[in-house]
C-alpha cells in the first residue's frame, strides 16, 4: 500500500518514514501544503497522513477540497491542536481520524491499520475473501489455509483488488499501485502480473470488465 504523508517537522517526518517503510508501505513524504496534489487521485494512494499545521498553509483546507471533490482515500489527522472543538472541526470536515501531538508511533501505525480496513471493509488484520485470506502486514496470501508464493508485485496486485472490495478497480488504478513513486506500469507488463497472480489463484477469482478494470470475486 501507498502512503501520501504531509509533514513538515522534519524530525517527525523522517520517524515516520522509517516507520512506516517498516510495515511494508511505500510512502511520498511532503512538507508543504503547496506541493500536496491540488486533485487527490484515489488511484494514487490507499491512505493520507495529514497534519494540519503546515508552514504555507492549512492542512484542514486540504482535507475539505479533497472531500468537496469526491474524494474517498482515508484521511488521518495529525495534529498539536488537541481541543474538542479542534477535534470536531477536523472530524467533521472528513477526517477518517483525529491523533494530537505528541503520539506514540505504535499508536499511529494501529489507527492507520485500523482506517484501511474500515475502507476495504474488513473486520481484522486478516482480510478475507472467500477461501483467500490476505495479511496485509505480512505481505502474505492464502488460499484454503495454504500460502501463496506470491511475488511482492503480485501481492500487491492482489491487495489492490482487495481494497475494491468486489467492485471493478480501474488498469490505471492497478497500474500506479504497482509503481507508486513511478510511472504507472504499461498495460503488457500489468496484464502479465495479472495473468501470474490468476494462475496462483484460479482465474475464476479476478472478473475483466474489458477496457476498463478488474474485481476480485469471493469465492
Known sequence: MHILLIEDDLSLGSALLGALQ???????????AGDAPRCLDDASCSAVILDLGLPDGSGLD??????TQDVLTPILLITAQ???????????AGADDYLVK???????LARLRAVLRR????AGDTWRFGALSLLPRQSLAQL????????PREFQLLLALAEGRGEVVGKRTLAQRLEPLGEALDTTALQMHLSNLRRKIGAQRIGTLRGVGYWLESL
Open 22 to 32: 517498516l510495515e511494508a508501505f511505500s510512502v511520498q513524504w511532503l512538507r508543504r
Open 102 to 108: 505528541p503520539f506514540e508511533t505504535p499508536e499511529l
Open 82 to 92: 488537541g481541543s474538542l472543538d479542534a477535534r470536531l472541526t477536523g472530524l467533521d
Open 119 to 122: 475502507q476495504a471493509a474488513q
Open 144 to 151: 484454503e489455509g495454504h500460502t501463496l508464493d506470491l511475488t
Open 62 to 67: 486540504l482535507l475539505r477540497r479533497w472531500r
